[in-house]
């Protein structure tokens, strides 16, 4: 069975500051997905990670995928509040690319 | 380019009784995922359909849920009868292909009373 596990699952921090979301999965897959998802609202895709090695960034948030230690972060930089926000890692496990998800972390970026 | 749709988005009913859940998935996505979100927790994979045809339904409860998609575009959730525990959150997602970014819908907020 196909786990996958976050951590913190809650975080709150500072405007400004740095910090790096883990996302260890339990078997060997082939890409790895970061999700983001407000109070109330669906999920919103950030990242699809394809490789071993593989990095993407978009404004603040980067993403990284280690498959030998099947091991993905998520890094945010100087973070501010509209980053607020719950982050799902997910890994696809089936022969149909379904989606195990994580727990989640819920984010919170404070004044 | 129109994204997934989902209706109705909340629906409150009683134990034992039938409720259905309907998507609308992005316009040439084949591949059509249901998922089950309770509150706190990660979404689950109900059910997945490529075109008309069931890929994967492993952890659909069969004994109450089913799903189809008849003419490979819609698809219907249907639950009967519900339980407390199917208070959740009913994802529907598509993607174009297998492996490709699944784009989700707004969902359908289902409470048990």
């Known amino acids: 069975e196909l786990k996958v596990e976050q951590n913190p699952l809650f975080l709150s921090m500072q405007e400004g500051k740095n910090y790096t979301i883990y996302c260890n999965y339990s078997t060997t897959s082939d890409r790895l997905y970061w999700y983001r998802q407000d109070p109330g609202k669906s999920l919103e895709s950030l990242f699809v990670?394809?490789?071993?090695?593989a990095v993407k960034q978009e404004g603040r948030l980067m993403a990284s995928l280690d498959t030998k230690a099947r091991l993905s972060t998520l890094h945010i930089t100087a973070a501010v509040h509209d980053l607020s926000a719950t982050y799902f890692c997910?890994?696809?496990?089936?022969?149909?690319?379904?989606?195990?998800f994580g727990k989640g972390t819920s984010l919170l970026v404070t004044p | 380019e129109a994204g997934v749709a989902q209706s109705p988005r909340y629906k409150i009913i009683e134990k034992r009784q039938s409720v259905a859940f309907w998507c609308n998935p992005i316009?040439?996505?084949?591949?059509l995922y249901w998922y089950q979100q309770i509150l706190g927790q990660g979404p689950k994979l109900l059910i997945q359909f490529q075109n008309n045809g069931v890929v994967d339904d492993s952890q659909l409860p069969k004994d109450r849920f089913s799903a189809e998609r008849l003419k490979g575009v819609d698809s219907t959730l249907k639950i009967q009868p519900a339980k407390l525990e199917d208070s959740a959150v009913y994802l529907c997602a598509s993607s174009s292909r297998f492996g490709n970014e699944q784009f989700f819908g707004p969902g359908t907020r289902l409470t048990v009373l």
């Open positions: 997910a890994v696809s496990w089936n022969s149909g690319y379904a989606l195990n």
């Open positions: 990670l394809l490789s071993n090695g």
């Open positions: 316009s040439g996505h084949a591949t």
